[in-house]
Nanobody
Framework: QVQLVESGGGLVQAGGSLRLSCAAS????????VGWFRQAPGKEREFVAY????????VYADSVKGRFTISRDNAEDTVYLQMNTLKPEDTAVYYC?????????????????WGQGTQVTVSS
């Protein structure tokens, strides 16, 4: 069993930056892929970024490519999402999720454990 806790959300002006953290409990977290997803009001949850268990592979949604960076510290059982040049359309609840099988990186349906989410609000 893995428990995930997101933090680092908040209110920021357009063009600003935030760094989200996803802290995990569980001895095998370092062997799982991890994804970040987001859900805006009235919209479906969508993929943002994904990192492999070793950190050697990263995948990004086109909408955040070049602005967001995913990283992980397996010694600390934490995955980060650095978000730069934020836009109002980035406003959403951001969730991290752990992927045990790692067969389909970034596939919402393939994620095994989810956090409760952290709110990110970008004002114009």
């Amino acid at each position: 069993q893995v428990q995930l806790v997101e933090s680092g959300g908040g209110l920021v002006q357009a063009g600003g930056s935030l760094r989200l953290s996803c802290a995990a409990s569980g001895r095998t977290f370092s062997t799982y892929g991890v994804g970040w997803f987001r859900q805006a009001p009235g919209k479906e949850r969508e993929f943002v970024a994904y990192i492999s268990w070793s950190g050697s592979s990263e995948v990004y949604a086109d909408s955040v490519k070049g602005r967001f960076t995913i990283s992980r510290d397996n010694a600390e059982d934490t995955v980060y999402l650095q978000m730069n040049t934020l836009k109002p359309e980035d406003t959403a609840v951001y969730y991290c999720a752990a992927d045990v099988g790692q067969r389909h990186p970034g596939d919402i349906g393939g994620m095994d454990y989810w956090g409760q989410g952290t709110q990110v609000t970008v004002s114009s």
